[in-house]
């Protein structure tokens, strides 16, 4: 009788670790949880760095029900005048430690603010893996003008995910609003939202792809179907939330993680006993096909993914992305602790 006593006080008491604060706007609670990381057996699109599965405990928390809209980041711009990476004067030494050594340095014309934009091909290509064949440094692209195209200059739709934002933009974006970015192993466990056996966040059938995610379904990258709708970036919400209630946990932006990229991490963590409790990553990057950049997780998948070339709008696909890196197609959502929000 005691211990039910206990049990109603402790309820009732405001901090008790029982208790979960009022939802913050535009948030959602993720309940704490087990499950299993990493690619499923029967998926047949699966990478080795999503290898091999591992049980991991997830801590209860907040998370974004959207990736963070122009409309939120441009209060952060207007409250705080944070410029971003794409938008200072770029810095050739910083540049060139990234590169291999001796590489020659660009003309002046080159080295001006700017960022990575889309651009398709006119003709189909035979070899998908260099991807600055649909890649272009844009000059003037930033968050507030996705193409780079003088004209475009402040014409920015509020309801689409901000993207042309660097890790350290997503940084000081969350340090303005008291959040963090989440781990790898937070996003994917929010994503699969307790679907243990589902490869996708809706289910199993790739055939339901375009009614749940905006991809690229067509000939990649010449010409987009838009079976789903958009041809590039699509309103955040614009698809069904999964059972978490989050929205565009597949497609639309990649998203930032707080971990570091290492391709033996996963194998790593199997040899652990037992439950990895809320891992952080590893303690450092290792990608041994880009060895001269420290990359950090991104999930999720975007508008470019394409089954021909790359299927990451699986829950367990990841890839790795320079910190200072910005692109056309890369946003971020966050997510905050009870102990934050108290």
């Given amino acids: 009788m005691k211990n039910i006593f206990k049990v109603l006080i402790c309820l009732t008491l405001i901090g008790c670790e029982t208790s979960i604060p009022s939802t913050p706007e535009g948030m959602v609670w993720i309940p704490g949880g087990t499950f299993e990381q990493g690619a499923l057996d029967s998926d047949q699109y699966a990478m080795q760095h999503e290898k091999p599965r591992h049980k991991v405990k997830i801590d209860g928390f907040f998370m974004d029900v959207t990736v963070v809209t122009n409309k939120k980041f441009k209060e952060f711009i207007n409250e705080t005048g944070y410029i971003t990476v794409a938008e200072r004067a770029v810095d050739w030494n910083e540049i060139k430690s990234q590169l291999p050594e001796n590489t020659p340095k660009p003309h002046d014309s080159v080295l001006e603010p700017g960022s990575l934009v889309f651009k398709k091909s006119k003709v189909p290509l035979d070899n998908l893996n260099d991807f600055f064949q649909w890649w272009k440094w844009k000059i003037g692209a930033n968050w507030n003008n996705v193409t780079g195209d003088k004209n475009n200059i402040n014409i920015i739709q509020d309801d689409l995910p901000v993207v042309h934002v660097s890790y350290e933009d997503a940084l000081a974006y969350c340090k303005w609003a008291n959040r963090r970015l989440p781990t790898e192993a937070e996003w994917e466990y929010a994503a699969r939202a307790n679907k243990k056996d589902n490869i996708f966040t809706w289910g199993n059938n790739i055939n339901e792809l375009h009614t749940n995610a905006n991809t690229w379904e067509g000939d990649f990258p010449v010409t987009n179907s838009q079976k789903d709708g958009y041809e590039r970036l699509a309103p955040v919400k614009t698809y069904p939330a999964n059972d978490f209630g989050l929205f565009g946990m597949a497609g639309n ?40 950049i420290q990359e950090k997780v991104i999930k ?43």
């Fill in 253 to 292: 932006v990649w998203e930032w993680t707080s971990d570091w990229y290492n391709v033996n991490y996963y194998s790593e963590l199997s040899n652990t006993k037992g439950v990895c409790d809320n891992p952080g990553g590893p303690l450092k990057a290792y990608n041994p096909n880009n060895i001269y």
């Fill in 300 to 342: 999720g998948g975007s508008f470019l993914c394409n089954q021909s070339y790359c299927i990451s709008y699986r829950i367990s696909a990841k890839m790795g992305t320079s910190p200072d890196s910005s692109l056309e197609h890369l946003g971020f959502r966050t997510v905050a602790t009870k102990k934050m929000i108290k």
